[in-house]
């Protein structure tokens, strides 16, 4: 079985973030860049249904990402990851939704696979777009939320969390899907995979290679960033400490009632 | 973009308040276009939320009641959604940002070639552009973000971000063709899960609870009782869901719900970044942890440092025994 899972390289989601005033956007420097999380979970759930396959089975990490983050995705590799593709062209620069999904879409057609495994959603943009976009250019059936995902000889056999409680679908190969975070922590990468990850290869893509038709990067983005500001201040509220149950029971009541909140 | 179209979330035939927010928030919006407000319900129940969603300011509500949207994931919805934006001809189309309206949202903006804005909280109109607020990098920032001129536009809105307001003549109510019938991703079991009589998203309370309450016990006997004396809903970090205490619908954060409830109460909750993206957009947060260097001591407006074993039954109490005194 043949996988591929996308990941977007963000910065650290513990570090602090700024802006830079002038380009409008996000200071990289300073700041580690990461696997984006939830793209994390993902890989581990790919690397749990390539383990479970077994054969010849693969799992191929890709990444639209500025050239400098490159070694970032050795860490992908270091899991157990087979190779990376990475998408690379300073034509790409400022692209939005419509636009990243558009350029990841074509690139991966260059790809072969079984399954698509996609994050549900950024750590720095939190649009949880790009997915649906995905499988709509690719024509691919799309099952977002997966918690638990059965490969059959008909296809896929999946329950995924929704809103209200879960679902079970069933859908053909080749698919898009989703994950949970309900498949285990992220593996850590072993010393080995460390070291096997060096001979590992990151092929680069430019997009040249992709003949798009249509504009990418700022030029072809559908949404354009005026300005942004820090939210306003909440300010440090107050703090209490509670001896026993009573008075913590009753600073609670009395700033409620305060609030005209009971 | 000159109309303005809602996608009209419901679950088999429950609408979400948030459905009547941007009916709402639709006419603003067309008034300032000088659109058309409309809106788009689907699958079965459709017809008697339409009639619902007529007290509401629209001008046109497109309606199909195919079984199809009950029975496959999403593709009949992004079928029917493309179908009723083209009926309704240029617009901004406005999807609840939950988790199907994300799924929805992604897919639409590939058939209609539309920008997308998330999580929107506020939007106006200037120039004839359509300008959104949204928050970003888990609230760290506040981007205002244009959606260019184009036919289409998409922005997903969280739920409670805007009043709804019932008014106007009753709109015009138009059959939307059927589409095709099958579709390869089906639905072959919906299960509900830990069923609760308010949808967290729409509670004006939410009491959530966390690593703290040790197990499932404290939510049943702790948590539940507190909601009911405020009237509202139970919630829970990513942690006590992972536990296995409490269902992942109840979850609150980035992976789960947004809320911004007129009063959060946080028991046992740490205040993770991932946690408090869902949350920190509450009218007023109160916490309540054993650690007064918990990270929720930032954004809590009330922080009680003590055992909520303690404190919670207690507090019940008082919230009980002032509302036996004025009924
Ligand atoms: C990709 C990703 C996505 C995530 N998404 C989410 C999300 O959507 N939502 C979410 O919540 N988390 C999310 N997380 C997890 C998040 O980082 C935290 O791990 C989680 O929120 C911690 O939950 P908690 O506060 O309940 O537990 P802890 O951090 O363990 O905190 C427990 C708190 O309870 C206090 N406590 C203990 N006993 C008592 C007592 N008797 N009385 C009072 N206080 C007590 C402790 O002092 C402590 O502060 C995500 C993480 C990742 C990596
Ligand atoms: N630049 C990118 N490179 C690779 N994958 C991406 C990129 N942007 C988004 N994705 C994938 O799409 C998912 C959802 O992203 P978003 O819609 O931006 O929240 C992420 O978790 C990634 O798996």
């Not at chain 1, 420097?29 to 054969?55: F, H, I, M």
């Not at chain 1, 680069?204 to 960033?225: D, F, H, I, Q, Y």
């Not at chain 2, 920008?115 to 929107?120: F, L, N, T």
């Not at chain 2, 019938?181 to 079991?189: G, L, N, S």
């Given at each position: 079985?043949?996988?591929?899972?996308?990941?977007?390289?963000?910065?650290?989601?513990?570090?602090?973030?700024?802006?830079?005033?002038?380009?409008?956007?996000?200071?990289?420097?300073?700041?580690?860049?990461?696997?984006?999380?939830?793209?994390?979970?993902?890989?581990?759930?790919?690397?749990?249904?390539?383990?479970?396959?077994?054969?010849?089975?693969?799992?191929?990490?890709?990444?639209?990402?500025?050239?400098?983050?490159?070694?970032?995705?050795?860490?992908?590799?270091?899991m157990g990851a087979d190779d990376a593709v990475l998408l690379s062209d300073s034509g790409l620069e400022g692209s939005d939704v419509w636009a990243t999904a558009y350029a990841i879409a074509a690139a991966l057609r260059k790809l072969e696979f079984d399954i698509l495994l996609v994050g549900g959603l950024t750590d720095d943009s939190s649009t949880g777009a790009v997915p649906g976009a995905l499988a709509e250019h690719l024509g691919l059936p799309c099952v977002t939320n997966a918690r638990k995902i059965d490969v059959t000889d008909s296809g896929l056999q999946v329950e995924r969390e929704t809103d209200l409680g879960y679902q079970t679908v069933h859908a053909p190969l080749p698919a898009l899907l989703t994950t949970a975070l309900?498949?285990?922590?992220?593996?850590?990468?072993?010393?080995?995979?460390?070291?096997?990850?060096?001979?590992?290869?990151?092929?680069?893509?430019?997009?040249?290679?992709?003949?798009?038709?249509?504009?990418?990067?700022?030029?072809?983005?559908?949404?354009?960033?005026?300005s942004f500001a820090p939210p306003p201040p909440r300010g440090k509220g107050r703090t209490v400490e509670a001896a026993d149950g009573t008075t913590g029971a009753q600073a609670i009541f009395e700033f409620l009632e305060e609030k005209k909140l009971v | 973009m000159k109309n303005v179209l809602v996608f009209a979330e419901h679950r088999q035939g429950k609408t979400r308040k948030v459905t009547f927010e941007l009916a709402s928030e639709a006419r603003r919006i067309a008034d300032a276009l000088g659109g058309k407000a409309c809106a788009v319900v689907l699958g079965s129940g459709a017809a008697q939320l339409a009639e619902e969603l007529r007290s509401y300011p629209l001008d046109t509500i497109y309606v199909n009641d195919d079984a199809a949207v009950?029975?496959?994931?999403?593709?009949?919805?992004?079928?029917?959604?493309?179908?009723?934006?083209?009926?309704?001809?240029?617009?901004?189309?406005l999807i609840p940002n939950t988790l199907s309206g994300r799924d929805v949202a992604g897919r639409l903006i590939v058939r209609l070639g539309a920008?997308?804005?998330?999580?929107?909280v506020e939007v106006s109109v200037e120039d004839g552009a359509v300008l959104c607020v949204s928050p970003k990098l888990g609230g760290v920032l506040v981007t205002h973000c244009a959606l260019r001129p184009a036919e289409?536009?998409?922005?997903?809105?969280?739920?409670?971000?805007?009043?709804?307001?019932?008014?106007?003549?009753?709109?015009?109510?138009?059959?939307?063709?059927?589409?095709?019938?099958?579709?390869?991703?089906?639905?072959?079991?919906?299960?509900?899960?830990?069923?609760?009589?308010?949808?967290?998203?729409?509670?004006?309370?939410?009491?959530?609870?966390?690593?703290?309450?040790?197990?499932?016990?404290?939510?049943?006997?702790?948590?539940?009782?507190?909601?009911?004396?405020?009237g509202g809903a139970v919630g829970a970090s990513r942690a006590a869901a992972d536990a296995g205490w409490v269902p992942y619908n109840l979850q609150i954060g980035q992976t789960g719900k947004t809320v911004t409830p007129k009063l959060y109460i946080a028991v046992g909750i740490s205040g993770a970044i991932q946690h408090k993206v869902g949350m920190r957009a509450s009218g007023t947060i109160v916490a309540i942890n054993k650690d007064a260097a918990a990270p929720i001591a930032e954004f809590s407006d009330l922080l009680v440092v003590g055992d909520a074993f303690r404190i919670v039954p207690e507090l019940t109490k008082l919230i009980e025994k002032a509302k036996g005194n004025h009924s």
């Open positions: 079985m043949k996988i591929v899972v996308t990941v977007k390289l963000v910065p650290d989601p513990n570090a602090e973030k700024k802006i830079n005033a002038q380009t409008k956007r996000l200071v990289r420097s300073g700041v580690e860049t990461v696997l984006n999380p939830y793209d994390e979970y993902a890989l581990e759930a790919a690397l749990q249904l390539k383990e479970r396959a077994g054969g010849d089975s693969r799992v191929t990490v890709f990444s639209m990402s500025p050239e400098p983050l490159r070694e970032t995705l050795r860490k992908a590799l270091a309900t498949f285990g922590e992220p593996r850590y990468a072993s010393l080995k995979g460390i070291m096997g990850a060096k001979k590992k290869t990151i092929a680069t893509t430019a997009l040249g290679e992709l003949a798009l038709e249509l504009p990418v990067g700022t030029a072809g983005s559908k949404t354009e960033l005026r | 009950d029975r496959y994931l999403l593709d009949p919805v992004v079928d029917y959604l493309e179908a009723a934006a083209k009926a309704a001809g240029p617009s901004l189309v920008g997308i804005v998330a999580d929107v289409y536009g998409i922005a997903t809105v969280r739920p409670s971000a805007f009043a709804a307001a019932r008014g106007g003549a009753g709109a015009t109510l138009v059959a939307l063709e059927p589409q095709q019938k099958t579709y390869p991703a089906a639905i072959e079991h919906d299960v509900e899960e830990g069923a609760t009589e308010m949808a967290l998203e729409e509670a004006p309370v939410v009491i959530a609870g966390g690593r703290g309450l040790g197990g499932p016990e404290p939510f049943d006997a702790l948590l539940k009782p507190l909601a009911a004396a405020l």
